[in-house]
């Protein structure tokens, strides 16, 4: 079965201290990996995506994610931490289905609190 | 929220009521979603559409209906509702572009959301 893991409900880390969100995938074919993010009473805004290319890529607000086949692993990480960073983050794979190629499964999310 | 608009944005209502959210979009986009979000589930997709009045199941289409007549709405019916139906409701679009054979957007940009609450 097609499926994403976010093993961590929360991640906890002070600010200017370096981050990591961890997500694992299961998938038929080649994957295509997102990020998104969620702050409180709004909708997920898309930060990264993996297609194909470089196994490192860079998203908005500082974020990456490094996309390791072996490990079938996309875990996000950032330098350093911002207390305006703390927010829920979904991992998202896409998987085909029917007629339409764009269906995205996500993970179930990591709520991400950097401290003062 | 990239040109969507989800209406309306909270409501209250009695189970066995019947109830439809709406999705409106201006980005001309072919692909719509609706999914709902419950603590301990991520987003889980309800229906999609892959054009005018073409439509599909996703994984947790029991209880709901959908139906797109023009390519900027796509509406969430729940024929009568229960309280399992609780929940926030957020709908999606993306656009698929080809670039040498290879799907290079796939991107899907979401709305703000219905809380919806069924008493």
């Known amino acids: 079965a097609q499926s994403v893991a976010q093993p961590e409900d929360q991640v906890n880390v002070a600010e200017g201290n370096p981050l990591t969100v961890k997500c694992t995938y299961s998938?038929?074919?080649?994957?295509?990996l997102f990020w998104y993010v969620q702050y409180p009473n709004r909708g997920l805004q898309f930060l990264l995506k993996?297609?194909?290319?470089?196994?490192l890529v860079k998203g908005s607000y500082g974020f990456e994610a490094e996309f390791n086949k072996s490990q079938t692993s996309f875990h996000m990480k950032k330098p350093s931490a911002l207390v305006s960073d703390s927010a829920l983050y979904f991992c998202?794979?896409?998987?085909?289905?029917?007629?339409?190629?764009?269906?995205?499964?996500f993970g179930t999310g990591t709520l991400l609190a950097v401290q003062p | 929220d990239a040109g969507i608009t989800q209406s309306p944005r909270h409501k209250v209502t009695e189970t066995g009521t019947p109830v439809t959210l709406r999705c409106h979009q201006t980005?001309?986009?072919?692909?719509m979603y609706w999914y709902r979000q419950d603590p301990g589930h991520g987003l889980r997709l309800i229906h999609y559409?892959?054009?005018?009045?073409?439509?599909d199941k996703g994984e947790v289409s029991d209880g709901y209906s959908v139906s797109r007549s023009k390519t900027e709405d796509f509406l969430l019916t729940l024929e009568s509702a229960t309280s399992s139906q609780t929940s926030v409701y957020f709908c999606?679009?993306?656009?698929?572009?080809?670039?040498?054979?290879?799907?290079?957007?796939?991107?899907?940009?979401f709305g703000a959301g219905t809380r919806l609450s069924v008493l």
């Open positions: 999606a679009i993306s656009e698929t572009s080809t670039s040498g054979g290879t799907l290079a957007k796939n991107i899907q940009y």
């Open positions: 998938v038929s074919g080649n994957p295509y």
């Open positions: 993996y297609i194909t290319g470089d196994n």
């Open positions: 998202a794979v896409r998987v085909s289905y029917g007629g339409a190629t764009n269906k995205l499964i």
């Open positions: 980005e001309n986009h072919r692909y």
């Open positions: 559409s892959y054009g005018v009045k073409d439509t």
